[in-house]
């Protein structure tokens, strides 16, 4: 096996999908257990939004506290103490009774689990950064990618499961829990990581993060993976909306349920593994820019076909492999290009980018459905992904030139 350093075996990347499934775990569980027995209950929808918004949010600004990782405590403890946190939040969510009166102490519940996870995902990629031999980082980003969704349907999917058949409401959030916890046994089998920006006095250590993470930024590699993920390429944003065009190609409940629920999970997450293959055998932003020209192919594809139930479920599928390879090549090329030092914090900024083209393509892609129909939605992602590949283009074609001609 690689070695990163002289005595030192690499990990299989294998551990890093263990490692990552109470990220997802917290995610499936908050957006569709708890989302599904709170509408179940007759909480308004509004009320089910703001709980799922309460799990996304530490997620996108988790870059302001991941330098206490990079310049605090160990990458392990941090990790441990985030995943028994976890746990421990979604065990609290179940001791309280599901209705409206809950929701007050409940929404701080969710904000303080969705943060000691954001940990788990600021851990995780630092002990990946620091395991992970240069030929091997796309297959690390796709065990990563496939960990957090294996782990959003065991949240979601096995804790609504649980909930549903089992009388005792606290009994589907201990197990679930309890998931969390154990994945805790995988620090067995990573390396501490040493990172190399630590000082005797915390602010010197803080001023050698600010340092690495500038050095990144100014980076060909790093301004251009930066660049990258601004653009609405590979956003999966589409998924967001199945559901909700459904009715357009006459698609049952119990199909879009299927198509878009279990099996899309275990599409993407195979997808993952496809993508962080190929990552690991060609150029890993070329890689994320073939897999977001087809993402817009499916949906292209999808406009194209007759609106059928089966088409639906053929495409919707598709469209998921598509995610899935997009997932893989995201972390690929950041994994790339962060290199260690303040790995943590450097992944954290990149998350936080990533999830603007993601949003703001969802919001666009809801207009484009109320004036243009289901189609026009589709085509919409599909032009937009176009223009953003050719304009990623374009920039790496004028960064070259420059580099070439300072030679």
């Keep these: 096996m690689t070695s990163n350093s002289p005595g030192h075996k690499s990990v299989h990347p294998v551990a890093f999908l263990f490692l990552i499934i109470p990220y997802g775990i917290v995610s499936g569980y908050v957006t569709v257990t708890l989302g599904f027995l ?21 997620a996108i600004v988790s870059f302001l506290w991941a330098p206490l990782v990079d310049t605090t405590l160990s990458v392990k403890r941090w990790y441990l103490l985030a995943a028994v946190t976890a746990g421990l939040g979604i065990l609290a969510t179940g001791l309280l009774p599901v209705k409206e009166g809950s929701l007050p102490l409940l929404i701080p519940v969710v904000i303080l689990t969705a943060f000691a996870s954001s940990f788990v995902s600021i851990t995780t990629n630092s002990m990946m950064a620091y395991d992970t031999p240069e030929d091997m980082k796309g297959r690390a980003g796709g065990y990563l990618q496939a960990g957090n969704l294996g782990g959003a349907g065991l949240g979601g999917g096995a804790g609504l499961l649980l909930a549903h058949h089992l009388k005792a409401g606290w009994v589907p959030g201990t197990i679930v829990g309890l998931a969390c916890v154990v994945c805790c046994l995988g620090l067995f089998f990573v390396k501490e990581p040493q ?11 803080f001023i050698n993060l600010l340092k690495d993470l500038w050095a990144m930024i100014r980076s060909r590699a790093g301004y251009l993976a930066l660049f990258l993920c601004l653009l609405p390429i590979g956003t999966g944003s589409a998924a967001n909306l199945w559901a909700a065009v459904a009715k357009s190609w006459n698609a049952s409940a119990d199909v879009v349920a299927l198509a878009t629920g279990l099996a899309s999970g275990g599409i ?4 993952c593994l496809l993508g962080g293959w190929i990552c690991d055998r060609i150029d890993r932003k070329t890689a994320y820019v073939l897999f977001g020209l087809f993402a817009g ?12 139930e089966a088409m639906y479920i053929v495409w919707t599928s ?12 995201y972390t690929a090329f950041v994994l790339e290009a ?3 030092g303040a790995a943590g914090t450097k992944v954290s900024v990149f998350t936080a980018l990533s999830n603007s083209p993601i949003y703001a393509m969802t919001i666009v892609e809801g207009w484009a459905y109320t004036k243009w129909g289901a189609n026009g939605m589709l085509y919409t992602e599909a032009i937009a992904g176009a223009v953003a590949v050719g304009l990623f283009l374009a920039v790496q074609a004028a960064v070259s030139r420059k580099k070439t001609v300072a030679a």
């Excluded at 990172?195 to 250590?205: C, D, F, L, N, Y």
């Excluded at 993407?268 to 997808?271: E, I, P, V």
């Design 38 to 58: 709170y509408s179940k209950a007759g909480i308004s929808l509004d009320h089910v939004a703001a709980l799922a918004g309460a799990s996304i949010l530490p």
């Design 195 to 205: 990172v190399t920006i630590r000082a005797e006095k915390i602010g010197r250590s």
């Design 268 to 271: 993407t997450a195979l997808g």
């Design 297 to 308: 192919a499916c949906t292209v594809s999808m406009a194209l076909s007759p609106h059928t």
């Design 318 to 329: 598709t469209y998921a492999i598509s995610t899935g390879l997009a997932y893989a090549g």
């Design 338 to 340: 962060i290199g260690k």
